[in-house]
């Protein structure tokens, strides 16, 4: 066997030592062999070394060809290698469950190298351009995976967006309505935050917004808990199946942690360090009319009444 690790790799199973021997003189020079004489023996190898293209024999004892080749199909690590069939003569009927086990191809006996070479070589060209195509495949399908996030998540916080946020509410209001719960959302606003951004610049400005986004991310932390940035210094949270007693509990925990990070604000006119306004609206879902922007029209009503009464308060809105 070659000792050049980058050629391609072919596994021999076949149960009479002289065949064996034959395909190895035959294709020794050009790619790396590995053989079994068992078809247990052979599995084990495929999974190990998983060869670029398996040269199986069909009769063989204990288990034979076509079951070897099934199993191997079966398995999702070796499903992609290409299997030949090697046999001494082959019928229709023989070739059409062969072909229906997963082999590509059949190569008969007696051995002419110039088909054994060119047929190998064939298919290895083929199985390249498909390994690339699925390489390439995996990349696109990483890459979609990852506009999906930046589509749905807000760049400067990690939180989600706003477009994100309609869709989301949206399913949550429909969903609400057909199971009957009471579904609350959380707005709030960051206090005099024009006045930290002119005060301190606009990259603090940006750690602050970041800041904030991590005490959502540490509170609301239920899977089905949705936390976005709504525009500007404003965040947005929804929590389906959640009282209105319990969002009151969870947004007066927020606004306390705030308060706990102690970041200086020398422009408030409220307190030395940042703080927050929050408007919730809860509510049962009961008609059509209760809609996403029902919802919100509330939360911002409860939102607008915080800062009307001096800021840094949470203000449960009026559900009449």
């Known amino acids: 066997m070659s ?17 064996i021997r034959i395909l190895n003189e035959i294709l020794r020079n050009d790619y790396r062999i590995f053989f079994a004489t068992r078809g247990e023996q052979g599995l084990e190898i495929a999974k190990r070394e998983l060869p670029d293209i398996i040269l199986l024999d069909i009769l063989m004892p204990e288990m034979d060809g076509y079951e070897v080749c099934s199993i191997l199909k079966s398995d999702e690590a070796t499903v992609w290698i ?10 229709v009927e023989e070739e059409a469950k062969g072909l229906e086990a997963g082999a590509i191809d059949y190569i008969t006996k007696p051995f002419s190298p110039p088909i054994v070479k060119n047929r190998i070589r064939n298919h290895l060209k083929l199985k390249s351009y498909s390994d690339a195509l699925k390489m390439l495949s995996e990349v696109l399908a990483q890459k979609n995976r990852e506009l999906d ?4 998540h807000d760049g400067l916080t990690g939180l989600a967006n706003r477009r994100h946020f309609d869709e989301v509410m949206d399913a ?5 309505h057909r199971s009957g719960e009471c579904l609350s959302i959380i707005l709030c606003d960051i206090d005099y935050f024009k006045r930290y951004n002119d005060h301190y610049g606009h990259l603090a400005g940006d750690d602050c917004l970041r800041h904030i986004s991590e005490i959502i991310k540490r509170i609301f932390q239920r899977s089905s808990d949705l936390t976005a940035r709504y525009g500007g210094e404003e965040f947005v949270i929804i929590l389906p199946d959640t009282s209105p007693e319990g969002a009151l509990r969870l947004a007066e925990k927020f606004r306390l942690e705030t308060i706990s990070e102690n970041l200086p604000h020398a422009c408030s006119d409220i307190a030395d360090c940042v703080t927050i306004s929050i408007g919730v609206a809860s509510a049962m879902v009961t008609n059509e009319k209760m809609s996403p922007k029902w919802f919100t029209s509330k939360a911002d009503s409860a939102l607008y009444k915080s800062k009307e009464n001096g800021r840094n308060r949470v203000t449960a809105a009026s559900m009449e």
């Not at 299997?83 to 019928?91: D, K, L, P, R």
Request: cysteine-free; hydrophobic content about 50%.
């Open 3 to 19: 000792e050049n690790i980058s050629m391609q790799k072919i596994l021999i199973i076949d149960d009479t030592p002289d065949n």
């Open 82 to 91: 290409p299997v030949i069939f090697v046999t001494a003569m082959v019928s």
């Open 149 to 152: 996030i930046l589509a749905k």
């Open 172 to 176: 949550e209001v429909r969903r609400a």
